[in-house]
Structure formats: structure tokens, C-alpha cells
């Protein structure tokens, strides 16, 4: 497709599980940034992927989140032992370069964790 | 430490013209960008701007002052689907983020 997609579009899991989430960016974007926002709030930083190494891990919240990124496109964003507190829209964005603004979101995944 | 200011929230009416300031506080600057997200939906790329002046895309502009750490966005003709939060966004030197504002609503009235 021609956008940034990510799934699931709604993700409802049990504390204490693990979850996994996708992205798909823009063919040929070579940034991709994993955000996430809770309800009324700005948007976080988690992580930034440069082709497939992460230079910018600062944003994690704690060691259950990890990413990665493979062939330079497909990123997972996994969250071990979800918390309550982890209950958040997660938004993935690529551009062309880290130069060029954060680019073209995709749609998010809505994680809810009971 | 590291902020964005922006407004909580602004009103205009339909034909109008509205501007969203934000001023910056960070460690360095490479760029300003801005969004526009629409309640239950994703932020969309507005602009982008890395060197100062002013950007213009249709309807919307989007200004820039290093000097000042200030920038604003610029909406013309109003319409009431432009009624959504507007989020500047800035990158700071040394790291990759982009630190986001806590957004502006923006409420079109007709």
C-alpha cells in the first residue's frame, strides 16, 4: 500500500501477557519511529530505526519493551509482561531519513490491558 | 530540560484565519514539524521546517525563528473539517526523537 499500516488495528490482553505489534512503513523510507500516546496526551518516543539498527532506544519505558526492524522495512514493537500502565494507542511513523521531520504515521494499534 | 509550548486550545470561525504558536526550549534544534490529528485518528505530517521563514502549502503555513525558538502554524479559510488537535514536534541535537507539544485544539466555529 501506499501508507504506513500497522496491526493489530485493537489489541485487548490480559496483564502479565506478552504482545506483539506491527509495522509496515513506506517502501523505501528508511526512518521508522515507534511512538505511543495515551488518551489527551502528546505523543512519546519509544524508539527510532535507522534501515535495521536502532541508534535511538531512549524512549523505551523498561526492559519489557524491545524492537526490532528486519530487511530494512517489517518492524515489531513487543511488550513482555503488559501491565496495566502499558494501555496506550501505539504509532509507528517512517520517513525518507531522520532529516526529514518524523514523517507519515500509520493508523496505530489501541492496546488495552486488563 | 527539554519542553514545548503551545496553547491548550483555540476558537475561529468558519473563513478565518487562526495561528498555533509554539516556542521551544531543547538542547540544540534541527527541526520544527507540525500535525494535525483528528480525534480517534492518527497525527498526519503538515510541515516541516529546518531552516526560518515560512512554508507555505495551501491553506496552511508554517513559519520558523531559530533565533527566537519560536515557530507557529497558519490556517486560512477555515473550515470546520480543520476542527482537530495540532501538534508541534521538534528533534533535538544529538538524538533522533522528536519531542511532541501537548497539542492545540482547534475549534471551528460556523
Known amino acids: 500500500g501506499a501508507g504506513v499500516s500497522q496491526s493489530p488495528s485493537n489489541k485487548v490482553t490480559e496483564k502479565g501477557k506478552d504482545v506483539e505489534l506491527r509495522c509496515d512503513p513506506i517502501s523505501g523510507h528508511t526512518a521508522l519511529y515507534w511512538y505511543r500516546q495515551s488518551l489527551g496526551q502528546g505523543l512519546e518516543f519509544l524508539i527510532y530505526f535507522q534501515g535495521n539498527s536502532a541508534p535511538d532506544k531512549s524512549g523505551l519505558p523498561s526492559d519489557r519493551f524491545s524492537a526490532e526492524r528486519t530487511g530494512g522495512s517489517v518492524s515489531t514493537l513487543t511488550i513482555q509482561r503488559t501491565q496495566q500502565e502499558d494501555s496506550a494507542v501505539y504509532l509507528c511513523?517512517?520517513?525518507?531519513?531522520?532529516?526529514?521531520?518524523?514523517?507519515?504515521f500509520g493508523p496505530g494499534t489501541r492496546l488495552l490491558v486488563l | 530540560g527539554q519542553s514545548l509550548e503551545q496553547p491548550s486550545e483555540v476558537t475561529a470561525v468558519e473563513g478565518a484565519i487562526v495561528q498555533i504558536n509554539c516556542t521551544y526550549q531543547?538542547?540544540?534544534?534541527?527541526?520544527l514539524s507540525w500535525y494535525q490529528q483528528h480525534d480517534g485518528g492518527a497525527p498526519t505530517f503538515l510541515s516541516y521546517?529546518?531552516?526560518?521563514g515560512l512554508e507555505e502549502t495551501g491553506r496552511f503555513s508554517s513559519f520558523l525563528s531559530r533565533s527566537d525558538s519560536y515557530g507557529y502554524l497558519l490556517l486560512q479559510e477555515l473550515q470546520m473539517k480543520d476542527s482537530a488537535s495540532y501538534f508541534c514536534?521538534?528533534?533535538?541535537?544529538?538524538?533522533?526523537?522528536?519531542?511532541f507539544g501537548t497539542g492545540t485544539r482547534l475549534k471551528v466555529l460556523a
Open positions: 521546517n529546518a531552516l526560518d
Open positions: 514536534a521538534v528533534r533535538t541535537s544529538g538524538t533522533y526523537k522528536y519531542i
Open positions: 511513523a517512517s520517513s525518507l531519513d531522520a532529516n526529514s521531520g518524523t514523517g507519515y
Open positions: 531543547t538542547s540544540g534544534f534541527y527541526g
